[in-house]
């Protein structure tokens, strides 16, 4: 049952009334920074402002030894974040409205800036400047994860709280594992929907892939470099690596033909090249090499097969080099080990999304396909629910001058209070339960 | 005139009844370690041997405005070596003996060790086993250092001492800019011939090449991994200009032609991609890479020419790429800048050390080219005196389990004590002097 129209005008007014404050939030949460593993504080503010709003909030940890157990976790190496994971939890007085329980999710981490001289204003200036609010991690995705409380904060500035429950969850290293998410998973928490408000220009992920990190490290045959044809430069041999994997990123490429969603990008996956590290000294034939990749696949394809066909791809390139045939290169998987999904159509939830996003913004909403990763995955693969990606105009995500829409956060907000009262439905807000 | 048979073989006795303690000097030397800017305490070392010997011993800075004004020298960067240059001098008290001065000259700097973990020995050990004696920097060329010093003890030990002045020169940043060697030559110690004894295979260097030492920075167009195709990564546009500078080494190699001394190697000039660095996050397109690289030139080519030639290959690759023409790549001179030397045939410095590698080593002297960078050149270049490079046999400088034969030093020590001998002549000990 739609809702009608004074409660969507109520709804959406309230968003603009409560959206100064909100703003200002996100340009204090933007200002935070903290970089992976440093999010620690950034979580006591999420935690402090879910207690006062009278969420049961827990503080959970990514647990390394039962996220080495759980299917489709992230590898977890030194670098992996101890912050932890922030969940709210907003029960229903009534349970008679026929609603239905949501979780609304959000990832707290951000990437690197890259180097400062590169950005306009500082990295984490939070500054805005016309409709672009500036700053690291700003659409990516810190604006969305405070969307989400804005949105439970609008219905109860109307008197109002969601009649199912519920859960409310700030994570870190879905940038790297998806394991803050996946924390939540292994802790039980689940519900008929999730939505999730990644900067996706305002449009619905129908499909997205999924994502494998790994580092390749490699040997040289170290000498001097007067006898440099001797030597065996490591630099080098990576670079040999490299062109094995980029014929395989070509072939992966290829097995885009007649796969729904995919078929008509240019170039779905990507094979990044992202970090390179190696030498000692100028004059010495590099002893070490190593390089840190990530690259897409498919949905409906295991990180497992993907994992072995580069491994394959790194043999092949071994076998054919003197040196590498003997001191093979050592391959670790250091993050994201992760399927791809696809958001069947015609579920009640994406229904509910369509009319609030048109309520919200005056226009259809359309669906896109996502070459990169998202938390979304994991409800959808081992909890089999619906779960909508949906979010902020965005732009430069992991670029210098990171920027997130000013209005199109207000309509984000908007859109995802008027699918929270349409989808759990409403019931009043009663003061004495906080 | 020929040293006598008896006087030969009474400084060759002396050089072996000295030489377990030389060899456990040696081990010693090579057992304080110690990497570019850690020179200090082995300096200190060095300082108090040269003086307990008597020498007048002094510590040079190397001092980068003076170093700046230097042609030839160096360029300083952030890490170069503070350490000081030991120079030791033992006047002569006749100076009627017809013999002509000489600088002994040895560095002390050592290159890194690369991973531990591939040395058989700890790096430093410097253990024997059977005739070779390991440990970075032994061959190159600690061994020689120490060989200097106890070539004049074996002339003491038989009570005698050089009958013209002696310069003993500790060096350090021999392996980086040469702005060692290049300190005493600023402050003007010179004399009438030069021996240095690096690790040559008892060979004397015949011709030598020059080295130059930059970096490349270049900067990316980040964007998340997603829009990969529409990024610029770094780490891709280093390896273009990779394979201009390969274009330009090839060039390079091809101007052998003709070139005595040279046209008979199979590759003189090698272009050493040493290090690499780039990147901060496996799912973003990484934003900066810089390499350091080493490229040697022909004898009589200036650096600055062979500066501008790289400068015209990047730019070339540069402009080729939408990317790097609008953000050029910057290069920075960070080490040697030097050019290299041929050791003229027929000098009377060559004739005596001739013999005294015969006496020493009952074989005739060979000549080699060498394709490395050696501090010689300064002598030859901006001295022009007769500047010979011939020292020990050893095995895989700069790389692991670095070695030099214990009985080639016993040798060169020999012709080092000889060569002394018959080059400065030599008058009685008197130990009222000391």
Redesign the interface.
């Known amino acids: 049952m739609p809702l009608s129209p004074e409660l969507t005008a109520s709804i959406t007014d309230a968003v603009a009334k409560n959206f100064d404050k909100e703003l200002a939030f996100i340009q204090k949460v933007i200002q935070y920074g903290g970089q992976r593993g440093e999010e620690a504080a950034i979580q006591d503010e999420i935690y402090s402002q879910y207690t006062s709003r009278g969420y049961a909030t827990t503080k959970l940890n990514m647990d390394p030894d039962a996220l080495s157990e759980q299917p489709g976790a992230g590898k977890v190496s030194a670098k992996h974040s101890k912050a932890p994971v922030v969940v709210g939890v907003l029960e229903a007085k009534s349970s008679t409205s026929g609603g239905k329980s949501l979780i609304l999710n959000g990832h707290i981490d951000v990437?690197?800036t890259?180097?400062e001289e590169?950005w306009t204003h500082h990295p984490y200036s939070g500054i805005v400047e016309g409709d672009w609010l500036y700053g690291r991690g700003g659409a990516?995705m810190r604006a969305g994860n405070v969307a989400n409380m804005f949105a439970l904060d609008a219905l109860r500035s109307i008197g109002k709280r969601p009649a199912s429950k519920v859960i409310i969850e700030s994570v870190p290293e879905e940038?790297?594992t998806g394991n803050g998410t996946m924390a939540t998973h292994i802790a039980g928490y689940t519900a008929d929907a999730v939505l999730i408000p990644e900067p996706t220009n305002e449009q619905l992920v129908r499909a997205n892939v999924g994502?494998i990190?790994f580092q390749i490290a490699v040997?040289g045959?170290?000498?001097?470099?007067?006898k440099?044809?001797e030597?065996s430069?490591a630099?080098?041999s990576i670079?040999k690596i490299i062109g094995g994997l980029k014929e395989l990123e070509k072939e992966m490429n290829e097995q885009k033909k007649g796969r729904l969603h995919f078929e008509e990008l240019?170039?779905p996956i990507?094979l990044?090249?992202?970090?390179?590290?190696?030498?000692?000294?100028?004059?010495?034939?590099?002893?070490?090499?190593k390089i840190?990749?990530?690259v897409a696949l498919f949905p409906g394809v295991r990180a497992e097969d993907v994992a072995a066909q580069i491994e394959q791809a790194i043999q092949k390139v071994a076998t054919t080099d003197s040196f590498l045939r003997d001191a093979p290169p050592k391959i670790t998987w250091n993050?994201f080990f992760a399927e791809g999904y696809v958001l069947e159509p015609g579920s009640q939830a994406e229904d509910v999304l369509k009319a609030a996003h048109k309520q919200a913004t005056d226009s259809d909403l359309q669906s896109i396909t996502?070459?990169?990763?998202l938390d979304t995955r994991i409800f959808s693969l081992f909890q089999k629910i619906p779960a909508l990606c949906y979010g902020p105009i965005g732009e430069?995500?992991?670029?210098?001058d990171e920027r997130v829409s000013v209005i199109s956060i207000q309509r984000v907000t908007t859109a995802i209070a008027l699918f929270i009262a349409e989808w759990c439905g409403l019931e009043d807000y009663d003061a004495t339960t906080t």
Chains 1, 2 share one sequence.
């Open positions: 990437v690197p890259g180097p590169l990516d940038e790297s994502v990190w040997a045959r170290p000498v001097h470099v007067l440099a044809t030597g430069n630099i080098e670079w240019d170039h990507n990044n090249v992202a970090m390179i590290e190696g030498g000692d000294w100028a004059s010495s034939v590099p002893a070490w090499c840190d990749c990530r993050g996502m070459p990169a990763y430069s995500l992991h670029g210098f």
